[in-house]
């Protein structure tokens, strides 16, 4: 999965959950899902979902080729069958798949979401259209792609390339490449027209306007059951809460589900769900990472030395007001980790900074929205830190670049392209336009998974090294389901798939 966006947690004590009680409210087919969205379903579109509100809906109302199971494994989605034939990879389509109106899903409709995706562009589409339809870009749907065939009368999708790209299936499981039906685009501006004949679990059946949105599930889909919630009413929040009253709206009955990008410390929910016998949490794997980014400007106002020392401090903070939490020496753990010796140069250096006062002039947005029971302490060593700098007179009318920020995002990679390009985009290696395009096509040329990984863990190292991006924080995402509404979602995987809930 992409990355989302990590809005600042809130931090509550343990003590307002001791004053809860299990209401005793019976589950029903219906789903009540608090989601802090508030845009109309056509404003979201897999080819450019970002933000976690957005991410949720449509990975719960189109489905890609292929998907994980709840074991981690590369599984079959839209595609009831994936092989590689030589350099070929082949996409067997499900028969009888089809919308909510009954219409067939067939390779057709996946062949012309890719041309979609390579004509809207991005880095990765930008590279799977090369290798699949040449140097020239894609500007009509009617334009020609070579590399890609439909065959067996709309049965099967092929993909000719050179030689084998073992990258390809697990890049074809984002939501960016999900299989949109092809009566439901729009020829001429590409856009989304009909979010009723959908091709996932769930298709949209009302827009009330300010992100109230009702869902309902499709029969005719492949992951569809009696025991999955049948509909989905996504409820708006459309104001500032605190951890626990959010979490009140589960007690009160006003929501069942609290997905993963609300309340985002796990702990919060683990002890909500430990107070309160009628709910269900899930817990991912430690993907979610929370890092410092230093910008141009805080690489000339800091030195490498002082950034390391701030990464210390908070790393010390996080790990402290939090139970499920590491306190990382890397950023990717799993696939591109660093070395022994690269690991222990970069332990050393993010614990060997000595105490001072750093007190030169910061701007930090989301310092003290992320640590805001923590201003106190901080203001100790950076006095002169700020989220932003106050308006007032003479103030530019943009803000002027801030010396870092602090991000979040899942680092579960299985080995995603996709990923590495979103890291890419935002700049978090600190490369040029043509460096990161002279990177990222080698990388992605190399079949042997080793050699990706090897070139992965050197630009970890570097960007380490040079103190670009320290991390801060590794934690798991959570989500809490009322009972009997039982999870059934992959550890891996950072996510609110609503079809995964099974009664229980």
């Known amino acids: 999965m992409k990355i989302v966006k990590i809005w600042p947690p809130l931090v509550i004590g343990a003590a307002f959950f001791a004053a809860f009680k299990f209401s005793g409210a019976p589950a029903q087919a219906e789903l009540k899902v608090m989601s802090n969205g508030i845009a109309p379903v056509t404003a979201y579109d897999p080819s450019s979902a970002v933000f976690a509100p957005a991410y949720f809906l449509?990975?719960?109302?189109?489905?890609?080729?292929?998907?994980?199971?709840?074991?981690?494994?590369?599984?079959?989605?839209?595609?009831?069958?994936?092989?590689?034939?030589?350099?070929?990879?082949?996409?067997?389509?499900r028969s009888g798949f089809m919308t909510a109106d009954g219409r067939a899903i067939d390779a057709a409709d996946a062949e012309?979401?890719?041309?979609?995706?390579?004509?809207?562009?991005?880095?990765?589409?930008?590279?799977?259209?090369?290798?699949?339809?040449?140097g020239a870009p894609l500007k009509k749907l009617s334009d020609p792609c070579p590399g890609l065939e439909v065959r067996e009368g709309g049965r099967v999708l092929a993909m000719k390339f050179s030689e084998r790209?073992?990258?390809?299936?697990?890049?074809?499981?984002?939501?960016?490449?999900?299989?949109?039906?092809?009566?439901?685009?729009?020829?001429?501006?590409?856009?989304?027209?009909?979010?009723?004949?959908?091709?996932?679990?769930?298709?949209?059946?009302?827009?009330?306007?300010g992100g109230s949105i009702e869902l309902q599930a499709n029969p005719h889909h492949y992951r569809y059951s009696k025991d999955i919630p049948q509909k989905v009413r996504i409820i708006p929040l459309l104001e500032n809460l605190k951890n626990e009253e959010a979490l009140g709206r589960l007690l009160s009955g006003k929501i069942d589900y609290m997905p993963i990008f609300l309340v985002r410390n796990a702990d919060d929910k683990a002890r909500f769900v430990s107070d309160n016998g009628g709910y269900n949490a899930h817990f991912s794997q430690p993907i979610r990472m929370v890092y410092a980014v230093f910008t141009d400007r805080g690489l000339k106002t800091l030195t490498a030395e002082e950034r390391f020392f701030i990464a210390k401090k908070l790393r010390s903070l996080y790990k402290a007001r939090r139970e499920r939490c590491e306190?990382?020496?890397?950023?990717?753990?799993?696939?591109?980790?660093?070395?022994?010796?690269?690991?222990?140069?970069?332990?050393?250096?993010?614990?060997?900074?000595?105490?001072?006062?750093?007190?030169?002039?910061l701007t930090a947005p989301g310092l003290f929205s992320y640590f805001w029971g923590d201003a106190e302490d901080i203001k100790k060593w950076l006095p002169n830190a700020a989220e932003s700098v106050p308006p007032g007179p003479g103030a530019p009318a943009r803000p002027a670049e801030p010396d870092f920020r602090l991000v979040g995002?899942?680092?579960?990679?299985?080995?995603?392209?996709?990923?590495?390009?979103?890291?890419?985009?935002?700049?978090?290696?600190?490369?040029?336009?043509?460096?990161?395009?002279?990177?990222?096509?080698?990388?992605?040329?190399?079949?042997?998974?080793?050699?990706?990984?090897?070139?992965?863990?050197?630009?970890?190292?570097?960007?380490?090294?040079?103190?670009?991006?320290?991390?801060?924080?590794l934690l798991p995402y959570a989500s809490v389901a009322r009972k009997p509404w039982a999870f059934e979602a992959p550890g891996m995987v950072a996510g609110d798939q609503l079809w995964r809930l099974k009664r229980n």
């Open 58 to 93: 449509l990975e719960n109302i189109f489905s890609p080729l292929l998907e994980y199971s709840s074991g981690d494994e590369l599984v079959s989605g839209a595609a009831e069958r994936f092989e590689w034939a030589g350099s070929e990879a082949r996409f067997t389509m």
């Open 409 to 473: 995002g899942d680092i579960g990679f299985q080995d995603d392209v996709g990923l590495v390009s979103y890291y890419l985009d935002m700049d978090f290696f600190r490369m040029s336009a043509p460096e990161k395009k002279d990177w990222f096509e080698k990388y992605a040329a190399f079949r042997d998974k080793k050699d990706r990984m090897k070139m992965l863990q050197t630009l970890h190292y570097r960007t380490l090294a040079a103190a670009h991006v320290l991390p801060v924080a």
């Open 112 to 134: 012309q979401s890719l041309k979609r995706l390579f004509i809207l562009g991005g880095r990765e589409p930008d590279l799977l259209r090369a290798l699949l339809c040449g």
């Open 327 to 361: 306190a990382p020496d890397q950023i990717f753990k799993m696939e591109g980790a660093l070395s022994r010796p690269q690991l222990q140069a970069i332990r050393g250096r993010l614990e060997a900074p000595a105490e001072r006062v750093i007190k030169k002039k």
């Open 165 to 209: 790209k073992p990258f390809l299936f697990h890049l074809l499981t984002n939501i960016s490449y999900a299989v949109i039906p092809r009566g439901s685009i729009e020829p001429a501006t590409l856009k989304i027209k009909d979010y009723r004949n959908t091709s996932g679990p769930y298709f949209v059946s009302r827009d009330a306007g």
